[in-house]
């Protein structure tokens, strides 16, 4: 595997294997590195305002400014003009479909329902999907709990070409195909 492919399965709470899914047995932690993230404090490049690293990933989420500094730096090194990124969904930060609480990561979204709605049987439409091209915005999934236990154990963005149609990906998929022989 590739690093970054290697890191997404490595991301969630629970890490999968970067072949089948299935949740990889329980290694030693690096406490110690753990701590230090927790410890080391940064500065929002956007706000200025100072946390630790640990919280660094959910208030990027949810920092308007941190967002524009990013953008800017994409539209230095991009050699054609963005499109208005206002018309592209959100596929990065959730709300909760049960109680409208905001800004999860898809792995936060994940593990806030099961912490504080796995026993709720209403039937919700799944962000996630409702965010992706094929995503239908009127589905309601019969068992969300289920659902974000299937679909959503890794990250869609590690896998998909959001621009590249049917046809494209068929045809990559192809060529990979013939020189891996």
């Given at each position: 595997?590739?690093?970054?492919?290697?890191?997404?399965?490595?991301?969630?709470?629970?890490?999968?294997?970067?072949?089948?899914?299935?949740?990889?047995?329980?290694?030693?932690?690096?406490?110690?590195?753990?701590?230090?993230?927790?410890?080391?404090?940064?500065?929002?490049?956007?706000?200025?305002?100072?946390?630790y690293l640990s919280k660094m990933r959910s208030h990027a989420?949810?920092?308007?400014?941190?967002?524009?500094?990013?953008?800017?730096?994409?539209?230095?090194?991009?050699?054609?003009?963005?499109?208005?990124?206002?018309?592209?969904?959100?596929?990065?930060?959730f709300p909760c479909p049960y109680c409208n609480e905001k800004?999860?990561?898809?792995?936060?979204?994940?593990?806030?329902?099961?912490?504080?709605?796995?026993?709720?049987?209403?039937?919700?439409?799944?962000?996630?999907?409702?965010?992706?091209?094929?995503?239908?915005?009127?589905?309601?999934?019969?068992?969300?709990?289920?659902?974000?236990?299937?679909?959503?154990?890794?990250?869609?963005?590690?896998?998909?070409?959001?621009?590249?149609?049917?046809?494209?990906?068929?045809?990559?998929?192809?060529?990979?195909?013939?020189?891996?022989?």
């Amino acid at each position: 595997f590739c690093t970054p492919c290697l890191q997404e399965c490595l991301k969630p709470k629970k890490p999968v294997c970067g072949v089948c899914r299935s949740t990889l047995s329980p290694g030693s932690r690096a406490l110690d590195l753990e701590k230090q993230i927790e410890m080391t404090e940064t500065t929002c490049n956007g706000c200025n305002k100072k946390m630790y690293l640990s919280k660094m990933r959910s208030h990027a989420a949810s920092c308007s400014k941190y967002q524009n500094y990013i953008m800017e730096g994409v539209k230095a090194v991009t050699k054609e003009p963005l499109h208005n990124t206002r018309s592209f969904p959100n596929r990065f930060t959730f709300p909760c479909p049960y109680c409208n609480e905001k800004n999860f990561d898809q792995e936060g979204l994940v593990e806030h329902c099961k912490t504080l709605h796995s026993m709720d049987a209403k039937q919700v439409v799944c962000p996630i999907c409702a965010s992706m091209p094929w995503g239908d915005p009127n589905y309601r999934s019969a068992n969300f709990m289920e659902h974000l236990q299937r679909r959503h154990r890794f990250s869609y963005d590690t896998f998909v070409d959001y621009d590249a149609d049917e046809d494209d990906m068929m045809a990559q998929v192809l060529m990979r195909s013939l020189r891996d022989k």
